[in-house]
């Protein structure tokens, strides 16, 4: 099966491709699963273990990947009253967060009612994406809590998205401005079948491990000894991911006009 982002790390590949089959076969995706972050049976509930851990109890402001298997996890920040962070999909704005309320759904007719969080609607996910505001880093407050979607998660921290790397840039930048700290909690939420021997997902120096994974059996803290990145490392990003992310293009120039005037 190819996908968008297919050929950067061989291992990767192979273990994406073995998760996705897998939850096809063992009927635990939701939709096709194949080239995304699935969306899995259960996700609700992994939610709802999400939502009684005290990391989620004590965050004001969350940030979360936009993908369908998360949409319980943001509907019920929404309805806790968090503020509520997604990326732009693939970081096509230079304001490349978009921002939720409760309050702004509400004045735009966007229901966060109890049923929503019990039969989460792509509709509801979309509509809520396009009343959120387009905010820049310094319109940003500073993150609590970070989710994130993965393909593949090890008990040691260890995890892979489809391939595309927007997490890990996301999170570079977000620590670039100081909205994520060394010490921010960073959470999945997936299917048990998601969960792989820590041997499978070996991580690169730009890789961002998880510190808590969820899913509707079980609460997983990894007690990781992955080093986080302390922001972003022009050598690994790739000459497309510069070509197509203005909010990169930017910083690079923000960079080398900062070293040139030093």
Same mark, same amino acid.
């Given at each position: 099966?190819?996908?968008?982002?297919?050929?950067? =790390?061989?291992?990767? #590949?192979?273990?994406? %491709?073995?998760?996705?089959?897998?939850?096809?076969?063992?009927?635990?995706?939701?939709? #096709? +699963?194949?080239?995304?972050?699935?969306?899995?049976?259960?996700?609700?509930?992994?939610?709802?273990?999400?939502?009684?851990?005290?990391?989620?109890?004590?965050?004001?402001?969350?940030? @979360?990947?936009?993908? +369908?298997?998360?949409?319980?996890? !943001?509907?019920?920040?929404?309805?806790?009253?968090?503020?509520?962070?997604?990326?732009?999909?693939?970081?096509? &704005?230079?304001?490349?967060?978009?921002?939720?309320?409760?309050?702004?759904?509400?004045?735009?007719?966007?229901?966060?009612?109890? +049923?929503?969080?019990?039969?989460?609607?792509? !509709?509801?996910? !979309?509509?809520?994406?396009? @009343?959120?505001?387009?905010? +820049?880093?310094?319109?940003?407050?500073?993150?609590?809590?970070?989710?994130?979607?993965?393909?593949?998660?090890? !008990?040691?921290?260890?995890? $892979?998205?489809?391939?595309?790397?927007?997490?890990?840039?996301?999170?570079?930048?977000?620590?670039?401005?100081?909205?994520?700290?060394? &010490? $921010?909690?960073?959470? $999945? %939420?997936? =299917?048990?079948?998601?969960?792989?021997?820590?041997?499978?997902?070996?991580?690169?120096? =730009?890789?961002?491990?998880?510190?808590?994974?969820?899913?509707?059996?079980?609460?997983?803290? $990894?007690?990781? %000894?992955?080093?986080?990145?302390?922001?972003?490392?022009? #050598?690994?990003?790739?000459?497309?991911?510069?070509?197509?992310?203005?909010?990169?293009?930017?910083?690079?120039?923000?960079?080398?006009?900062?070293?040139?005037?030093?």
């Amino acid at each position: 099966m190819q996908t968008d982002w297919i050929g950067y =790390h061989r291992d990767k #590949d192979k273990l994406r %491709t073995e998760i996705w089959s897998l939850l096809k076969q063992q009927a635990a995706s939701v939709g #096709d +699963s194949f080239g995304h972050i699935p969306n899995f049976v259960g996700a609700e509930l992994a939610a709802e273990k999400l939502a009684a851990l005290p990391i989620w109890q004590q965050a004001k402001t969350i940030k @979360c990947n936009p993908d +369908s298997a998360q949409i319980p996890v !943001r509907m019920r920040a929404l309805q806790d009253g968090k503020r509520l962070y997604m990326a732009v999909p693939r970081l096509t &704005d230079a304001r490349c967060f978009v921002e939720l309320t409760a309050e702004d759904l509400l004045r735009q007719n966007v229901s966060i009612a109890e +049923s929503a969080l019990a039969k989460p609607s792509k !509709r509801i996910a !979309r509509k809520a994406l396009t @009343c959120g505001k387009l905010v +820049s880093f310094a319109e940003m407050e500073p993150i609590d809590l970070v989710i994130v979607g993965c393909v593949a998660a090890g !008990r040691n921290g260890g995890r $892979t998205g489809k391939g595309a790397g927007f997490a890990d840039l996301e999170l570079a930048m977000l620590t670039e401005f100081g909205l994520v700290e060394i &010490d $921010t909690p960073i959470v $999945t %939420t997936v =299917h048990s079948l998601q969960i792989v021997e820590d041997w499978r997902l070996p991580m690169q120096v =730009h890789d961002w491990a998880l510190n808590w994974i969820v899913t509707a059996e079980e609460v997983i803290e $990894t007690k990781t %000894t992955y080093l986080r990145p302390i922001g972003l490392d022009w #050598d690994n990003i790739r000459p497309e991911q510069l070509e197509q992310i203005p909010i990169l293009q930017k910083l690079k120039n923000s960079a080398i006009e900062s070293y040139q005037f030093r």
